[in-house]
């Protein structure tokens, strides 16, 4: 929880402080929308797993927005679990997804209107699944929800099209035996504003 409040203070700093940090840049007139498309790479239980997720968002400021992302498996790691007996565990029987509040600080200094920091805090979740090798072993899904907060950077090639690199830690809020820990994620993706 702690973990949680710090998030979204930083979000809530960034958007107050954003305003005398970067007044000579253009402002939003109407809200501007944008989507990603990138790859996501996360490591529960201390297994490399990927996923390739969408975004959708809408800046309502040059300071803060709110977005959507969607993301599904694409690597899977199998593992030993016992002499002869190997499991995997891989994100492809669901969809991953998460709502953020997003916090921006345009960094003029850097390349004109390029460069923007951002911080951002939401809820999601994230569907895995494990599977056995061992006779009767079978498979058992896990669905765990989570508070999700992180920051990252966007650079903008053109007007419309860009970079964005992302951190993103899922804070697994109900532990039970089959919750993994907190998983952190690192992303790439493709920007491309309307």
Excluded: C
Aim: cysteine-free.
């Amino acid at each position: 929880m702690k973990s949680l409040i710090i998030a979204a203070v930083a979000v809530a700093g960034v958007s107050v402080a954003a305003p005398a940090l970067a007044q000579d840049g253009p402002t939003l007139t109407q809200p501007q929308g944008y989507v990603n498309l990138g790859y996501t790479y996360l490591n529960p239980y201390g297994h490399d797993l990927g996923e390739v997720f969408g975004r959708g968002g809408l800046k309502f400021s040059r300071y803060w927005g709110v977005e959507g992302e969607f993301g599904g498996g694409v690597l899977g790691n199998h593992f030993a679990t016992g002499p002869g007996v190997n499991s995997r565990v891989n994100l492809s029987e669901g969809i991953q997804a998460a709502g953020y509040g997003v916090g921006y600080l345009p960094l003029p200094i850097l390349g004109g209107n390029k460069v923007e920091l951002l911080a951002r805090v939401g809820y999601g979740e994230t569907p895995l699944t494990v599977r056995s090798d061992a006779a009767g072993g079978g498979q058992r899904a896990i669905d765990v929800a989570s508070w999700n907060y992180g920051a990252g950077a966007q650079y903008m090639i053109t007007r419309k099209d860009g970079l964005r690199f992302d951190y993103t830690r899922r804070d697994f809020q109900f532990r039970d035996p089959t919750n993994p820990h907190d998983i952190d994620t690192y992303s790439v993706s493709y920007v491309r504003k309307f």
